[in-house]
């Protein structure tokens, strides 16, 4: 038998191996469901009955959308629960997280909660991650785990496979995708009435800046890096230009609006 435990409560669930972890042999309702739920939203009482309606929190696709349903007609047809969490970078607004089978979106470098979206593998066998970038940022691509690791696809709206592998691990033992965003118009080159503002806590020098071109890269003024000084956070962009990726560096990118800069001391550069 598989065993979890919820609130101090045992729960078993049919299987071939006895383990108190997710184990890949379990069926029915396997997954991290009984043990990784630290995250789930109180008060609701998560039940075996509960838990087997979609509509409830935590969602999970089991094709019976208008009834609370007994657990052995859920899962008469087999099929196993799989899920996974998502997170981004702090991008401004910039929204990162899933259309399918459930829609649930984070933004600010939070984490979207794998219990937000589950699916059975025999209701439907992927689960489909969704990006949407806000001005002045681009969407790099989804990366495995964190903002350091395998870069596996440049594709916002991605759909992911149960049993396939991505980056080298399996679904089974993939607890995140990761969002990266890149701002696309921070290349010294593209800037004009540049002005040295501040330094960050780690000493990156923050500016001030227009743009040059301003039907392409917006009007107004502008406050953050140039991509030459933070190698660490930059990457080329197709055009030649180099993008920054904010979420690496301790400033943040903004437009400032009608502040009150008479009281920084600013250096024309």
Request: cysteine-free.
């Given at each position: 038998m598989y065993y979890g435990v919820v609130d101090g409560s045992n729960l078993c669930v049919r299987g071939n191996t006895s383990t108190t972890v997710n184990n890949t042999n379990a069926l029915g309702a396997y997954s991290g469901k009984w043990v990784q739920c630290g995250d789930w939203p109180q008060p609701n009482n998560f039940s075996v009955c509960r838990w087997s309606n979609e509509l409830d929190s935590p969602k999970v696709n089991t094709g019976m959308q208008t009834s609370n349903l007994s657990f052995n007609q859920d899962y008469r047809y087999g099929g196993r629960?799989?899920?996974?969490?998502?997170?981004?970078?702090?991008?401004?607004?910039?929204?990162?997280?899933?259309?399918?089978?459930?829609?649930s979106l984070g933004q600010g470098g939070g984490t979207v909660p794998a219990y937000t979206n589950n699916t059975l593998s025999s209701r439907q066998n992927f689960i489909t991650t969704t990006a949407t970038a806000v001005y002045g940022y681009s969407f790099l691509g989804y990366r495995l785990e964190s903002s350091s690791g395998t870069f596996l696809t440049p594709v916002a709206n991605a759909n992911w496979f149960f049993n396939s592998t991505?980056?080298?691990?399996?679904?089974?033992?993939?607890?995140?995708?990761?969002?990266?965003?890149?701002?696309?118009?921070?290349?010294?080159?593209?800037?004009?009435?540049?002005?040295?503002?501040?330094?960050?806590?780690?000493?990156?020098?923050i500016y001030t800046w227009n743009y040059k071109d301003v039907l392409k890269h917006g009007k107004g003024l502008f406050e953050g890096v140039m991509a030459q000084e933070v190698p660490q956070a930059s990457i080329q962009h197709p055009d030649g230009y180099l993008m920054v990726d904010y979420s690496k560096i301790d400033v943040t990118f903004?437009?400032?609006?009608?502040?009150?800069?008479g009281s920084r001391k600013c250096k024309t550069i």
């Open positions: 629960v799989f899920h996974f969490g998502m997170k981004g970078s702090n991008a401004g607004g910039s929204k990162y997280g899933f259309s399918s089978p459930f829609a991505y980056g080298g691990t399996n679904m089974a033992y993939i607890k995140y995708f990761f969002a990266s965003f890149f701002n696309v118009i921070s290349d010294r080159r593209l800037k004009e009435n540049i002005r040295l503002v501040g330094k960050s806590a780690s000493g990156i020098n903004k437009k400032v609006y009608g502040s009150n800069m």
